[in-house]
T-cell receptor, first 114, second 110 residues
């Protein structure tokens, strides 16, 4: 199946700093990528839809200035958590749309803000 | 009421048992149905994908979709401890975003 690579797999950062997470589709071109957040023992919560070459579409309640999304190419989308705070600590997962429509996920990034 | 309902479990079974995981949904427009397996601290992994009603088998896994009842199932035969994970059902209409169930945590005991 298609491969989506996400980096880093885990990151610890100080409060107030910014963290960038990369999501790459390795063997297909993804016009649309999705970013999710997942809290322990809960399902995935869609944060935003990232379209190549245009602005991301954010879900209600997600701060676009806090979670910056860039989809500069058909194989790469990035999520930057700006001025991170401990409440931003979470598991972030990206997925990329294949012909099945959003079937493949990255490995996830565990962010811990101290 | 959630659009997709899934029992959170945990579901605990002995090794070798047949596992039945289920989801119900309310949106009759859903056409594509998927099951994902998610290990702790990992991204979801696509297990099975089914279009419309019917059965699909892949090794020890069988996915069933009953659109008339708005009910989908995943069966795991000869369950193994390595099958212990959270299983997420997901579904969508073509071109639309996936709607996930809440996930069922499965524990297979040796």
């Amino acid at each position: 199946g298609a491969v989506v690579s996400q980096h880093p797999s885990w990151v610890i950062c100080k409060s107030g700093t910014s963290v960038k997470i990369e999501c790459r589709s390795l063997d297909f071109q993804a016009t649309t990528m999705f970013w999710y957040r997942q809290f322990p023992k809960q399902s995935l919560m869609l944060m935003a839809t990232s379209n190549e070459g245009s602005k991301a579409t954010y879900e209600q309640g997600v701060e676009k200035d806090k979670f910056l999304i860039n989809h500069a190419s058909l194989t790469l989308s990035t999520l930057t958590v700006t001025s991170a705070h401990p409440e931003d600590s979470s598991f972030y997962i990206c997925s990329a749309r294949d012909w099945v429509a959003e079937a493949f996920f990255g490995q996830g990034t565990r962010l811990t803000v101290v | 009421q959630k659009e997709v309902e899934q029992d959170p479990g945990p579901l605990s079974v002995p090794e070798g048992a047949i596992v039945s995981l289920n989801c119900t949904y309310s949106n009759s427009a859903f056409q594509y149905f998927m099951w994902y397996r998610q290990y702790s601290r990992k991204g979801p992994e696509l297990l099975m994908y089914t279009y419309s009603s019917g059965n699909k088998e892949d090794g020890r896994f069988t996915a069933q979709v009953d659109k008339s009842s708005k009910y989908i199932s995943l069966f795991i035969r000869d369950s193994q401890p390595s099958d212990s994970a959270t299983y997420l059902c997901a579904m969508n209409n073509a071109g639309n975003m996936l709607t996930f169930g809440g996930g069922t945590r499965l524990m297979v005991k040796p």
